[in-house]
Protein backbone atom coordinates (compact mmCIF):
# COMPACT_ATOMS: atom_id res chain seq x y z
CA UNK A 1 0.00 0.00 0.00
CA UNK A 2 1.16 3.43 -0.91
CA UNK A 3 1.78 5.73 1.35
CA UNK A 4 -0.74 8.75 1.58
CA UNK A 5 0.28 11.65 0.00
CA UNK A 6 0.46 14.00 3.31
CA UNK A 7 2.90 11.67 4.70
CA UNK A 8 5.67 11.99 2.23
CA UNK A 9 5.00 15.46 1.19
CA UNK A 10 4.36 17.93 3.45
CA UNK A 11 2.38 21.29 1.92
CA UNK A 12 3.64 24.96 2.50
CA UNK A 13 0.32 26.09 3.22
CA UNK A 14 -0.10 24.10 5.64
CA UNK A 15 3.36 24.38 7.61
CA UNK A 16 3.56 28.07 7.68
CA UNK A 17 0.80 28.41 10.46
CA UNK A 18 2.20 25.53 12.05
CA UNK A 19 5.37 27.04 12.07
CA UNK A 20 4.21 30.31 13.27
CA UNK A 21 2.03 29.28 15.70
CA UNK A 22 4.97 27.28 17.52
CA UNK A 23 7.65 30.04 17.03
CA UNK A 24 4.44 32.60 18.48
CA UNK A 25 4.12 30.68 21.49
CA UNK A 26 7.82 30.57 22.28
CA UNK A 27 8.58 34.61 21.66
CA UNK A 28 5.20 35.20 23.93
CA UNK A 29 6.44 32.82 26.35
CA UNK A 30 9.62 34.41 26.66
CA UNK A 31 7.90 38.00 26.92
CA UNK A 32 5.73 37.00 29.84
CA UNK A 33 7.99 34.39 32.38
CA UNK A 34 10.74 37.16 32.87
CA UNK A 35 11.58 35.67 36.26
CA UNK A 36 12.43 38.33 39.05
CA UNK A 37 16.10 39.34 38.70
CA UNK A 38 17.17 38.63 42.68
CA UNK A 39 16.65 34.40 41.19
CA UNK A 40 18.09 34.96 37.97
CA UNK A 41 21.24 35.95 39.31
CA UNK A 42 21.37 33.77 42.04
CA UNK A 43 20.70 30.91 39.25
CA UNK A 44 23.28 32.40 37.43
CA UNK A 45 25.95 32.71 39.88
CA UNK A 46 25.09 28.99 40.80
CA UNK A 47 26.04 28.15 37.39
CA UNK A 48 29.15 29.93 37.70
CA UNK A 49 30.32 28.54 40.92
CA UNK A 50 29.49 24.52 40.09
CA UNK A 51 32.05 25.60 36.66
CA UNK A 52 34.79 26.80 38.80
CA UNK A 53 34.10 23.71 41.10
CA UNK A 54 34.32 21.52 38.02
CA UNK A 55 36.85 23.48 36.14
CA UNK A 56 34.77 24.08 33.34
CA UNK A 57 35.19 27.95 33.55
CA UNK A 58 35.92 28.69 30.01
CA UNK A 59 33.77 31.99 29.90
CA UNK A 60 36.12 34.10 31.34
CA UNK A 61 39.20 33.85 28.85
CA UNK A 62 37.03 33.45 25.84
CA UNK A 63 35.34 37.15 27.07
CA UNK A 64 38.95 38.65 28.04
CA UNK A 65 39.61 37.63 24.26
CA UNK A 66 36.38 38.92 22.66
CA UNK A 67 36.64 42.24 24.25
CA UNK A 68 40.55 42.62 24.49
CA UNK A 69 40.25 41.81 20.46
CA UNK A 70 37.34 43.81 18.20
CA UNK A 71 37.97 41.69 14.94
CA UNK A 72 37.10 38.79 16.81
CA UNK A 73 34.21 40.42 19.19
CA UNK A 74 32.49 42.50 16.13
CA UNK A 75 32.08 39.63 13.51
CA UNK A 76 31.06 37.37 17.14
CA UNK A 77 28.26 39.84 17.89
CA UNK A 78 27.29 40.53 14.34
CA UNK A 79 26.94 36.18 14.86
CA UNK A 80 24.96 35.88 17.37
CA UNK A 81 22.59 38.85 16.63
CA UNK A 82 21.19 37.45 13.39
CA UNK A 83 22.58 33.93 12.38
CA UNK A 84 19.98 32.05 14.38
CA UNK A 85 17.64 33.92 12.61
CA UNK A 86 18.84 32.83 9.03
CA UNK A 87 20.45 29.63 9.22
CA UNK A 88 17.85 27.95 11.14
CA UNK A 89 14.68 28.77 8.77
CA UNK A 90 17.27 28.13 5.98
CA UNK A 91 17.88 24.51 6.93
CA UNK A 92 14.20 24.46 7.51
CA UNK A 93 13.12 25.47 3.96
CA UNK A 94 15.68 23.21 2.21
CA UNK A 95 14.75 20.51 4.30
CA UNK A 96 11.23 21.20 3.00
CA UNK A 97 12.27 21.26 -0.58
CA UNK A 98 14.83 18.61 -0.97
CA UNK A 99 14.62 16.41 1.64
CA UNK A 100 9.97 16.04 2.00
CA UNK A 101 9.74 12.26 3.88
CA UNK A 102 12.71 13.30 6.60
CA UNK A 103 10.86 17.17 6.84
CA UNK A 104 8.37 16.27 9.45
CA UNK A 105 10.44 14.51 11.36
CA UNK A 106 13.31 17.07 11.30
CA UNK A 107 10.50 19.93 12.02
CA UNK A 108 9.27 17.94 15.01
CA UNK A 109 12.36 17.49 16.57
CA UNK A 110 12.95 21.19 16.05
CA UNK A 111 9.61 22.28 17.83
CA UNK A 112 9.31 19.60 20.48
CA UNK A 113 12.79 21.26 21.52
CA UNK A 114 12.11 25.14 21.23
CA UNK A 115 9.13 24.19 23.56
CA UNK A 116 11.31 22.19 26.11
CA UNK A 117 14.16 25.13 26.00
CA UNK A 118 10.47 27.59 27.01
CA UNK A 119 10.10 25.59 30.23
CA UNK A 120 13.52 25.87 30.54
CA UNK A 121 13.49 29.69 30.92
CA UNK A 122 9.95 29.29 32.80
CA UNK A 123 11.13 27.60 35.52
CA UNK A 124 14.72 28.34 35.79
CA UNK A 125 14.98 32.16 34.69
CA UNK A 126 18.98 32.61 34.54
CA UNK A 127 21.33 35.99 34.63
CA UNK A 128 23.51 35.78 31.60
CA UNK A 129 27.35 36.38 32.54
CA UNK A 130 26.94 39.86 30.95
CA UNK A 131 24.40 41.02 33.63
CA UNK A 132 26.49 39.97 35.94
CA UNK A 133 27.66 42.70 38.66
CA UNK A 134 31.38 43.81 37.34
CA UNK A 135 33.15 42.11 40.18
CA UNK A 136 32.69 38.92 38.69
CA UNK A 137 34.43 39.93 35.99
CA UNK A 138 32.76 39.59 32.51
CA UNK A 139 32.22 42.65 29.69
CA UNK A 140 28.85 42.80 27.64
CA UNK A 141 30.18 42.76 24.15
CA UNK A 142 26.52 43.45 22.87
CA UNK A 143 27.26 47.04 24.57
CA UNK A 144 31.07 47.36 24.10
CA UNK A 145 30.55 47.49 20.30
CA UNK A 146 26.66 48.50 19.81
CA UNK A 147 27.97 51.22 17.56
CA UNK A 148 29.28 48.98 15.05
CA UNK A 149 25.53 46.97 14.43
CA UNK A 150 21.83 47.37 14.91
CA UNK A 151 21.82 45.87 18.49
CA UNK A 152 21.56 48.31 21.41
CA UNK A 153 23.16 48.31 24.75
CA UNK A 154 21.05 46.39 26.72
CA UNK A 155 20.27 43.39 24.31
CA UNK A 156 20.69 41.19 21.14
CA UNK A 157 17.33 42.92 19.78
CA UNK A 158 17.27 46.23 17.36
CA UNK A 159 17.65 49.31 19.42
CA UNK A 160 14.50 50.72 21.38
CA UNK A 161 13.23 46.84 21.43
CA UNK A 162 15.46 45.49 24.39
CA UNK A 163 12.89 45.61 26.85
CA UNK A 164 10.84 43.15 24.51
CA UNK A 165 12.83 40.38 24.94
CA UNK A 166 13.57 38.14 27.84
CA UNK A 167 16.86 38.58 28.93
CA UNK A 168 17.20 36.07 31.60
CA UNK A 169 16.29 33.28 29.30
CA UNK A 170 19.80 31.84 29.18
CA UNK A 171 19.47 28.45 30.62
CA UNK A 172 19.30 26.20 27.87
CA UNK A 173 20.85 27.81 25.54
CA UNK A 174 18.63 27.17 22.26
CA UNK A 175 21.54 29.50 20.37
CA UNK A 176 23.71 26.38 20.35
CA UNK A 177 20.65 24.08 20.93
CA UNK A 178 19.28 25.03 16.68
CA UNK A 179 22.89 25.02 15.54
CA UNK A 180 23.40 21.46 16.53
CA UNK A 181 19.91 20.86 14.98
CA UNK A 182 21.20 22.69 11.84
CA UNK A 183 24.47 20.54 11.99
CA UNK A 184 23.05 17.30 12.30
CA UNK A 185 20.45 17.95 9.18
CA UNK A 186 23.73 19.22 7.18
CA UNK A 187 25.69 16.01 8.60
CA UNK A 188 22.68 13.24 7.64
CA UNK A 189 21.63 15.08 4.20
CA UNK A 190 23.90 17.82 2.77
CA UNK A 191 25.53 14.57 0.83
CA UNK A 192 29.35 16.64 0.07
CA UNK A 193 32.27 17.65 2.07
CA UNK A 194 31.22 21.31 2.39
CA UNK A 195 27.98 20.46 4.17
CA UNK A 196 29.92 18.29 6.27
CA UNK A 197 32.92 20.76 7.07
CA UNK A 198 29.82 22.98 8.03
CA UNK A 199 27.80 20.56 9.92
CA UNK A 200 30.10 20.43 12.57
CA UNK A 201 31.90 24.20 12.18
CA UNK A 202 28.91 25.96 12.57
CA UNK A 203 27.92 24.53 15.70
CA UNK A 204 31.37 24.63 17.72
CA UNK A 205 31.43 28.13 16.57
CA UNK A 206 27.54 29.55 17.89
CA UNK A 207 29.14 27.48 21.34
CA UNK A 208 32.03 29.94 21.18
CA UNK A 209 30.28 32.89 20.17
CA UNK A 210 27.75 32.47 23.05
CA UNK A 211 30.33 32.06 25.79
CA UNK A 212 32.77 34.99 24.21
CA UNK A 213 29.79 37.53 23.74
CA UNK A 214 29.26 36.49 27.75
CA UNK A 215 25.69 35.64 26.85
CA UNK A 216 26.00 31.92 28.05
CA UNK A 217 27.52 29.88 30.35
CA UNK A 218 29.14 26.41 29.34
CA UNK A 219 26.25 24.70 30.94
CA UNK A 220 23.90 26.67 29.36
CA UNK A 221 25.47 24.90 26.05
CA UNK A 222 25.59 21.52 27.55
CA UNK A 223 22.17 21.90 28.77
CA UNK A 224 21.15 23.36 24.95
CA UNK A 225 22.33 19.82 23.60
CA UNK A 226 20.43 18.53 25.94
CA UNK A 227 17.72 19.77 25.59
CA UNK A 228 17.74 18.62 22.19
CA UNK A 229 18.42 15.21 22.62
CA UNK A 230 15.01 15.72 24.99
CA UNK A 231 13.18 16.80 22.03
CA UNK A 232 14.80 13.85 19.75
CA UNK A 233 13.14 11.35 21.73
CA UNK A 234 9.82 12.70 22.62
CA UNK A 235 8.98 13.82 18.98
CA UNK A 236 8.75 10.63 17.30
CA UNK A 237 6.25 9.61 20.12
CA UNK A 238 4.17 12.73 19.46
CA UNK A 239 4.62 13.00 15.50
CA UNK A 240 2.80 9.14 16.19
CA UNK A 241 0.18 10.41 17.48
CA UNK A 242 -0.34 13.45 15.12
CA UNK A 243 -0.20 10.92 12.32
CA UNK A 244 -2.99 8.72 14.33
CA UNK A 245 -5.71 12.16 15.07
CA UNK A 246 -5.10 12.84 11.48
CA UNK A 247 -5.62 9.27 10.15
CA UNK A 248 -9.06 9.25 12.07
CA UNK A 249 -9.85 13.08 10.82
CA UNK A 250 -9.46 11.55 6.93
CA UNK A 251 -11.04 8.46 7.83
CA UNK A 252 -14.36 10.39 9.50
CA UNK A 253 -13.99 13.10 6.38
CA UNK A 254 -14.27 10.31 3.37
CA UNK A 255 -16.97 8.43 5.08
CA UNK A 256 -19.28 11.88 5.47
CA UNK A 257 -18.37 12.13 2.17
CA UNK A 258 -19.74 8.55 0.76
CA UNK A 259 -22.17 8.17 -1.68
CA UNK A 260 -24.27 6.24 0.34
CA UNK A 261 -28.07 7.42 0.91
CA UNK A 262 -30.58 6.99 3.22
CA UNK A 263 -32.14 3.82 4.07
CA UNK A 264 -34.63 2.91 1.41
CA UNK A 265 -33.74 5.00 -1.19
CA UNK A 266 -30.09 3.66 -2.91
CA UNK A 267 -28.81 4.70 -6.44
CA UNK A 268 -28.46 2.17 -9.19
CA UNK A 269 -25.68 1.81 -11.76
CA UNK A 270 -25.58 5.27 -13.86
CA UNK A 271 -27.03 7.55 -10.61
CA UNK A 272 -25.92 10.16 -9.01
CA UNK A 273 -29.17 10.69 -7.11
CA UNK A 274 -32.11 8.70 -6.61
CA UNK A 275 -34.76 8.68 -9.16
CA UNK A 276 -32.11 10.18 -11.90
CA UNK A 277 -32.94 8.03 -14.56
CA UNK A 278 -36.59 8.39 -15.87
CA UNK A 279 -38.69 5.47 -16.95
CA UNK A 280 -37.98 5.89 -20.68
CA UNK A 281 -34.51 5.47 -20.06
CA UNK A 282 -35.30 2.45 -18.78
CA UNK A 283 -37.82 1.26 -21.39
CA UNK A 284 -35.04 2.07 -24.08
CA UNK A 285 -32.32 -0.02 -22.49
CA UNK A 286 -34.91 -3.05 -22.59
CA UNK A 287 -35.59 -1.97 -26.53
CA UNK A 288 -31.93 -2.57 -26.67
CA UNK A 289 -31.17 -5.72 -24.77
CA UNK A 290 -34.43 -7.24 -26.45
CA UNK A 291 -33.56 -9.54 -29.30
CA UNK A 292 -34.49 -8.31 -32.61
CA UNK A 293 -37.08 -9.18 -34.60
CA UNK A 294 -36.46 -10.69 -38.18
CA UNK A 295 -36.72 -8.36 -41.30
Not at 95 to 117: D, E, I, K, N, V
Not at 204 to 223: E, K, P, S, W
Request: charged share 15%.
Amino acid sequence: MQPPQHATRPRWWTELPLIALIYGAYTLGRLIVRGDEARAVEHGLSILRLEKVLHLNAEHPLNRLFTHTPALGIPADFIYASLHYVITPAVLIWMFRRRPTQYRAARGWLMTSTLLGLIGFTFLPTCPPRLLPAVHGFTDTMAQYSSHGWWGGEASAPRGLGGMTNQFAAMPSLHVGWALWCGVMLWRFGGSRITRIAAVAYPLTITFVVMGTANHYLLDAVAGVAVMGLGLLLSRPLLRLAERVRTRFALASSATGSSIVSAGCETSAGERIPGQRTSSDTRAEADDGAPSTAR
